[in-house]
Nanobody, 122 residues
Framework: VQLQASGGGSVQAGGTLKLSCAAS????????LGWFRQAPGKEREFVSA????????FYADSVKGRFTISKDNASDTAYLQMNNLKPGDTAIYYC????????????????WGQGTQVTVSS
């Protein structure tokens, strides 16, 4: 499975962006699509993940209530709607694949694609 993240950009604090993650090579087994981000000088951190069906998802506490993950099953595309963005959300956002969904398990995702830059100014 290959993933391509897109939709990043520059916005002011309080603004919105919607990221897309298109998956090619559709897997036939259960899987999860996850969003991660990496700010300059920091380690990559988990943001959100969604199951293959789109019916299950979970979020990092830092984005809960502001970000919403969703999935279009026909196209195997995951989305990350980001509202009320803060300067602390500035990072490169990556989507990644894992061969199973498990709530609260944030490890085991990969490989990492190119990512999309999100910049939030105050």
């Amino acid at each position: 499975v290959q993933l391509q993240a897109s939709g990043g950009g520059s916005v002011q604090a309080g603004g919105t962006l919607k990221l897309s993650c298109a998956a090619s090579g559709r897997p036939t087994t259960d899987y999860a699509l996850g969003w991660f981000r990496q700010a300059p000088g920091k380690e990559r951190e988990f943001v959100s993940a969604i199951s293959r069906s789109g019916g299950r998802s979970f979020y990092a506490d830092s984005v809960k209530g502001r970000f919403t993950i969703s999935k279009d099953n026909a196209s195997d595309t995951a989305y990350l709607q980001m509202n009320n963005l803060k300067p602390g959300d500035t990072a490169i956002y990556y989507c990644a694949f894992r061969t199973y969904y498990s709530r609260y398990v944030t490890t085991g995702f990969g490989p990492w694609g190119q990512g999309t830059q999100v910049t939030v100014s105050s």
